[in-house]
């Protein structure tokens, strides 16, 4: 796996696509986006949230994305990818494959709601999508 090494990712880009998928998600689960629903659904009360400890949260979150944004760099470059529509489609099928197989295997065996997995494969595809995109913009 020669291919498979740091050479040749844009730091630039892996930053700017962290900055952007980490703005869609907050967004994206926030009360004016998903979150009453995604909250309704997992059957998440604001109480929960609310004792809740938001580091640990957002540190988890930012270390997923940051290494989730750079396998796919390693990945693209890897692959030659890096034209803004393969960047797109590839990362999305990435988030969709991989991530969203992932929701479907937990919250399958945690007994969550379905929607909870549509909805976090939803904004683990488009993110993914939009990381790919940046990515091959500075690629």
Do not use: C, Q
């Not at 309704?40 to 957002?58: C, H, I, P, Q, Y």
């Amino acid at each position: 796996m020669d291919w498979l090494t740091f050479e040749g990712v844009p730091w630039w880009g892996v930053l700017v696509a962290f900055l952007v998928t980490f703005i869609f998600g907050w967004f994206y689960y926030s009360p004016a986006g998903l979150f009453p629903l995604w909250a309704r659904l997992a059957r998440v009360k604001n109480t929960d949230v609310e004792n809740a400890s938001m580091g640990v949260a957002f540190g988890g979150t930012i270390l997923a994305n940051v290494l989730g944004v750079i396998l796919l760099a390693v990945l693209m470059v890897g692959l030659g990818i890096d034209d803004w529509g393969s960047g797109l489609a590839f990362g999305a099928v990435v988030g969709l494959v991989f991530r969203g197989g992932a929701h479907a295997l937990h919250n399958g065996f945690a007994v969550r709601h379905p929607g909870v997995t549509a909805l976090d494969t939803l904004h683990d595809t488009v993110a993914l999508g939009l990381s790919g995109l940046v990515l091959a913009l500075f690629m």
